[in-house]
């Protein structure tokens, strides 16, 4: 009887102890986050090389920050990616963008004249190449009212980016455009060419 009584507690440990296994693995695929889009995957099939966090003359006696240049065997592609989520309000000739999250209205410079003039700078140092640019928001970023030209979610990112297959090849002087940006260029105080990645 005892003996009896043994076996069933046991079984009662292990119908729970699976029991609970169930539930925790259950919640762990729920809780699982979805793979996101990556930005390096995103640009890989076009990009021969990039470089991020680079500062050059600004053709006005200053210096300009860039975040992100790839290269392209159409020219060069200027990048600045910005986290955010919520619903963004934003046009090419809005002084400032909104951004609304949690209940909350955040304003912000518009984006796309940081990255204008960063294309100038950059055009001072390497003209006649083509310059892209495009702005790339997060996955959690909604536009209700339109994207504007040259903006992207993460996820539309690579459709959004398709004309630029439709432009000409000129890889031999994007090389050598690339090559003087990254002997004029600075990061960390050291020339961009010793870091190039």
């Known amino acids: 009887m005892l003996l009896d009584g043994i ?15 169930l539930l925790l693995l259950t919640l762990l695929l729920k809780l699982k986050p979805k793979p996101k889009s990556s930005l390096k995957r995103i640009m890989e099939p076009i990009s021969k090389g990039e470089i991020k966090h680079i500062i050059i003359p600004d ?17 060069l592609l200027l990048i600045d990616s910005l986290t955010s989520q919520g619903n963004v309000f934003g046009g090419d000739n809005l002084d400032e963008w909104t951004q609304i999250s949690k209940g909350r209205s955040f304003k912000f410079a518009n984006p796309l004249r940081r990255l204008k003039t960063s294309k100038q700078a950059l055009s001072a140092l390497v003209p006649n190449i083509p310059i892209f640019y495009h702005i790339v928001f997060s996955d959690d970023t909604v536009f209700p009212r339109g994207k504007p030209g040259f903006v992207s979610v993460l996820n539309s990112l690579q459709q959004d980016l398709e004309y630029l297959q439709s432009e000409p090849i000129i890889t031999a002087k ?12 600075r990061k960390d105080g050291q020339a961009a060419i010793m870091d190039n990645e």
């Open 7 to 21: 076996r069933n507690l046991d079984a009662v440990v292990f119908v729970c102890g699976m029991v609970i296994f």
């Open 59 to 75: 053709g006005i006696g200053g210096l300009l920050e860039i975040n992100h240049i790839v290269l392209l065997d159409q020219g």
């Open 174 to 185: 994007s090389k050598q455009a690339w090559e003087r940006i990254l002997r004029i260029a």
